[in-house]
């Protein structure tokens, strides 16, 4: 976790400063409230990173984060805690398990998950109750040690205790965390699975109890192995929306030449060992953007679903008195493709549902609109924080561009037919033409941009740093591009 992190931080201030853009300085911190964004998580004050044991009890989304309770930096890394029953209004709660400082010793809780353990498998439970059980990366830092330890909850998830057998699984190594643990019912039993992050592997354990867990298999290298691998979790997602036909996704968070980035497999999981059903050197990407990772899904989402959510990482500002804030939850399935099975992963249909309601119908609708048309008044009043809608009719040769906070500058969303791509900025990912027409769904809160296309075939996320007054939208391009027909939702 720390490792890779702190890399990519500095990397990002040496790349700033190659385009002359403004890194991060020292100093008295200026509030930056004109960055907060408005439906996505952020924490009320100080960092934040990996989201951590996704879980739903008692119809309440629990959201779990790494956090330093006491600083806007890295560091001090604990468990912070929110619930929400819509994914955008949020209820921040006390911090759900500190770091551990004792003499000899300093406990910093990084990444994990947590489970409802229904038949009290643990042992934790009381009075009938099931436990909430909390599995997590336990790193030492004076020992350079990385282990996994567990905690369970009698309170609903509010408060934990530690284990007193911890650590439930120690290889005495520096690098492996992470764990990420669901019920397998068909062979009665939890699984996990863990990073071993510089082998470039996904260890997977079983266990009975939460307590003593069993090496089955390991998966990896594969795909991109360039750099350590972190934050795995393994998932069954339907096929074509069909719930008798299952496939099972194995998803890795790593970093790529240009920052960081997630990737994930399609196989088949039998209980002990996952098989990759794509050659092991395919590379499959979640998010073609700069800011994407670390995510993992709630697996007990209404209706069945399996919703993902991740950690968009920081740009090229400094805000305060919060520093790092989470994607817009994505709901996740296969579909059948021309290239074969892929990930689709649309903004979660429980916000987008909901979005006349979110925005106090505060809606903007217009329909062919040819490009050249300026449409600020239409997000003039939203100050960055939208939803969009569009349906572009293009042809072989044309593309269609929106720009986004635009003003002294701008941001580049849009389409490119020449080439099948989606793009934002110089960031691209492949995207086909259906029946003539793109679909192009674009998330501006402040300081992020999602960008989907196609209901989630491609995705690019970014940060986005907005200077006063550049709060415009034009649709610009060269060709004869029509948008058929875009809605502007006011979520300011």
Not at 216 to 243: H, I, M, Q, R, Y
Not at 277 to 299: E, K, L, T
Not at 460 to 474: K, N, Q
């Amino acid at each position: 976790m720390k490792k890779n992190r702190m890399f990519l931080l500095a990397s990002l201030v040496v790349a700033l400063q190659a385009v002359g853009q403004e890194a991060p300085t020292q100093g008295t911190p200026v509030p930056t409230p004109q960055w907060r964004p408005r439906y996505h998580f952020s924490p009320p004050k100080n960092w934040t990173n990996d989201p951590n044991g996704l879980i739903v009890l008692d119809g309440k989304f629990n959201l779990y984060y790494q956090h330093n309770p006491f600083e806007n930096k890295w560091g001090h890394m604990s468990w912070g805690h929110a619930t929400s029953t819509d994914l955008v209004h949020w209820e921040s709660l006390p911090v759900a398990i500190p770091e551990v400082v004792t003499p000899d010793t300093t406990t910093w809780i990084y990444s994990g998950s947590a489970v409802l353990d229904k038949s009290n498998s643990s042992g934790f439970g009381v009075g009938g109750k099931a436990p909430v059980v909390a599995i997590f990366t336990a790193d030492q830092p004076k020992q350079k040690k990385e282990s996994q330890f567990i905690a369970y909850s009698n309170d609903g998830g509010l408060h934990y205790k530690l284990y007193d057998g911890d650590p439930v699984i120690d290889l005495n190594m520096r690098d492996f965390r992470d764990p990420n643990v669901f019920w397998y019912e068909p062979a009665k039993r939890w699984i996990m699975t863990v990073a071993m992050v510089n082998q470039h592997q996904v260890r997977i354990y079983g266990s009975t109890d939460l307590k003593h867990w069993d090496k089955l298999s390991d998966f990896g290298p594969a795909g991109l192995a360039k750099n350590g691998w972190e934050c795995p979790s393994l998932l069954p997602l339907t096929v074509d929306g069909d719930a008798k036909k299952i496939k099972w996704v194995l998803f890795v968070s790593c970093f790529g030449d240009h920052g960081p980035l997630m990737q994930y497999y399609i196989g088949d999981f039998d209980g002990t060992t996952f098989t990759n059903s794509n050659p092991a050197d395919q590379a499959m990407f979640v998010d073609h953007g700069s800011c994407f990772y670390a995510a993992i899904a709630w697996r007990d989402a209404p209706a069945g679903k399996k919703i993902l959510i991740g950690w968009l990482q920081n740009g090229s500002r400094e805000t305060y008195p919060w520093k790092g804030q989470m994607s817009i939850p994505r709901d996740l399935s296969l579909k059948t493709t021309p290239e074969g099975l892929r990930l689709y992963q649309p903004p979660t249909s429980l916000i987008a549902g909901s979005l006349t309601g979110l925005s106090k119908g505060r809606v903007i609708e217009k329909a062919k609109v040819t490009m050249g048309t300026d449409l600020s008044y239409a997000v003039r009043k939203a100050e960055n924080a939208y939803w969009l809608d569009a349906e572009v009719a293009v042809g072989a040769s044309d593309s269609v561009v929106f720009e986004v906070a635009a003003g002294t500058s701008a941001v580049r969303v849009g389409y490119d037919a020449p080439t099948h791509e989606l793009f934002v900025n110089g960031m691209r990912a492949p995207l086909r033409v259906e029946q003539g027409k793109v679909r192009l769904q674009i998330l501006l809160d402040k300081s992020s941009l999602e960008v989907f296309g196609n209901g989630g075939e491609a995705a690019i996320s970014t940060m986005v740093y907005p200077e006063a007054g550049d709060l415009g939208l034009r649709v610009s391009g060269a060709s004869k591009a029509v948008v058929q027909s875009v809605k502007i939702w006011n979520l300011n």
